[in-house]
């Protein structure tokens, strides 16, 4: 990707875009999401074109007469932590910086690649967890 790229995905991602931690499935921690929402397939399209990472799905629409199909772009677990360091120093959104940079710093270190977790490291992931959702206080 460009720095031109980057900085423009960066600014869809501040506009329309959220950095999450999200659960998918019962039984795992939340784990890294970015998803961007748009009416707008093209830009999602070319966004997954140049990233070459993610899935576009499309919305349910219920009300086709006033509202127009909608669209969202996910990416998740490493995928979802790469791009994030590529678009992490054009993030301008405070709240959004500060996500992309803890999942970045933080997240692998209280992850285990096994999947198992010892109280010590239980701990931390929960305590990381909490930081994270802390966040949006302030």
Known sequence: M???EKAYIAG??????????LKFHHNQFPSPC????????????WIKDVTKIGTIKAKKNYNIEKHADSFTYTIKYNDAINLLVEIE??????IKKKRAKLIIQKYKDVTP????????????KEDFYQEF???NLQ
Do not use: A, F, H, V
């Open 34 to 45: 970015i998803s961007i929402s748009s009416t707008t397939i093209e830009l999602l399209q």
């Open 12 to 21: 869809i991602i501040d506009g329309e875009g959220s950095i999450m931690l």
């Open 2 to 4: 460009t720095s031109e």
């Open 89 to 94: 120093p054009y993030l301008i959104i405070k």
């Open 133 to 135: 959702m802390g966040l």
């Open 113 to 124: 690649r096994n999947g198992k977790y010892s109280d010590e490291m239980l701990k931390l």
